[in-house]
């Protein structure tokens, strides 16, 4: 896969998908970029051929996927059955898991105060993610702190609804941003 920091700056809008409206919605979309939000062992095989053969680049979000336990075992599952480009996840043993299995591995933070900052920052540096998520995307003042901390790409997600969201995000330091605002997709043809 083309390096993900270059990926991010040609394609800064990220398709973030919930249902299978969506995932009809952004194969008809120019989004490269896809977050798989949602689903489960049954039809993650069928949700990932679909946003492949639309010439998609996939990301799943391993927490997310119902009937699946987070371990090795599980991460495997998904490689074997999706096939995806990449996950996303919160914990450190699926980043560890997934860097092993040869996935791009973006770690998603929860930046509620300054405890889960810091906790996050540290999580970062010893789990070394490619890329790291930091929601709510709307918080330009921790993605300018974060962004001079750690050296890996950041996208900003969580509560993007405008245009005026992803141009703060982006120039508080953000590389991309992702969205499961649908309007907003059509953004990455511009």
Not at 107 to 118: G, H, K, M, T, Y
Not at 141 to 162: E, F, N, Y
């Amino acid at each position: 896969m083309e390096q993900l920091e270059e990926l991010l700056i040609e394609n800064p809008v990220i398709a973030a998908i919930r249902s299978d409206n969506d995932l009809e919605k952004v194969i008809s979309s120019k989004v490269l970029i896809v977050f798989v939000l949602y689903g489960s062992i049954i039809n993650l095989k069928q949700i990932c051929e679909s946003l492949k053969k639309a010439g998609k680049i996939v990301f799943v979000h391993v927490d997310l996927i119902e009937g699946l336990k987070g371990d090795h075992t599980g991460l495997l599952f998904i490689k074997e059955c999706g096939q995806p480009d990449g996950i996303i996840t919160t914990r450190a043993t699926n980043i560890k898991n997934g860097k092993k299995l040869g996935f791009c591995v973006i770690q998603r933070i929860f930046a509620v105060d300054s405890l889960s900052l810091e906790t996050g920052m540290r999580n970062i540096h010893s789990v070394l993610p490619d890329a790291v998520e930091i929601m709510p995307g709307l918080a330009s003042k921790i993605i300018k702190s974060m962004g001079t901390q750690v050296r890996v790409p950041i996208i900003a997600g969580g509560l993007i609804q405008t245009k005026k969201d992803i141009m703060e995000s982006i120039g508080a330091g953000a590389m991309a941003v992702s969205t499961s605002k649908q309007e907003l997709w059509s953004l990455s043809e511009e």
